[in-house]
Nanobody, 122 residues
Framework: QVQLVESGGGSVQAGGSLRLSCAAS????????VGWFRQAPGKEREGVAS????????RYADSVKGRFTISQDSNGNMVYLQMTSLKPEDTAMYYC???????????????WGQGTQVTVSS
């Protein structure tokens, strides 16, 4: 059973930065893609970025390209989301998830963390 725990959320002003971390237990390095998703109040959950740990291929939502960077540690059991130039519209609960296929489609992800809140004030 894969378990995912997010950390690093908080409150920042617009233009600031945060780094989110996702720790995976019982995580099979060469099996799962890891993605970051977010859900703002009253909105659907949406994909933000994903990474295939073997080889490091990544995918980003257009709304975060050039501002967010997804990365992994050398052991493959920590995945990070570095967020810069944050905007109020980035305010959401952020989740990491593990699944199949380098995709931002929620349906491709089986295992989900509990989320970490990011709030960006103007």
């Amino acid at each position: 059973q894969v378990q995912l725990v997010e950390s690093g959320g908080g409150s920042v002003q617009a233009g600031g930065s945060l780094r989110l971390s996702c720790a995976a237990s019982a995580y099979t390095y060469n099996t799962y893609v890891v993605g970051w998703f977010r859900q703002a109040p009253g909105k659907e959950r949406e994909g933000v970025a994903s990474i295939w740990p073997v080889g490091g291929s990544t995918r980003y939502a257009d709304s975060v390209k050039g501002r967010f960077t997804i990365s992994q540690d050398s052991n493959g059991n920590m995945v990070y989301l570095q967020m810069t130039s944050l905007k109020p519209e980035d305010t959401a609960m952020y989740y990491c998830a593990a699944g199949n296929g380098l995709s931002l489609d929620l349906g491709r992800y089986t295992y989900w963390g509990q989320g970490t809140q990011v709030t960006v004030s103007s």
